[in-house]
């Protein structure tokens, strides 16, 4: 699948699309999601054209994903959620019912979170 970009992350990527900015480094930035399922729920995503895990596992440079793995913590950490515990969630195509064609990890937290997976379907 090559990358769309007129999805609605790389649009706030380029600042044409307001967000709720949680962070920003060179290689990731962090947001609320505008329809969050937990208290706490921030997307993060990579500052590149990937569409999900599998490109961006395949093609980033390692620089890239060294950099948005340790921006995954920072936000974690900033967000308050690392003592009281959280999840991250990567949705990829059909079966996951991936939404948005850019890569992003789901942050939840702020209560207990259930089952790992819900058992509808
Ligand atoms: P996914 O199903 O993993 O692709 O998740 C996409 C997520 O993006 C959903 O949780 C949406 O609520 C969220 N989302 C869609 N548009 C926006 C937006 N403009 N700002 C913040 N979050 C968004």
Redesign the pocket.
Known sequence: MSYDRTN??AR?LRGE?P??RVYEDDYALA?????P?APT?V?VIPKGEFVSLDDFSANAPSKMIAGFVRALGTVARTLGVVESGFRI???HGRN?????PHF?V?IFGGRALGPMLSRAG
């Open positions: 609605v992350f706030i699309l967000c709720k947001f609320h999601d505008i329809n399922q729920h997307l969630l990567a949705n996951a019912n991936q939404e948005v992003h789901h």
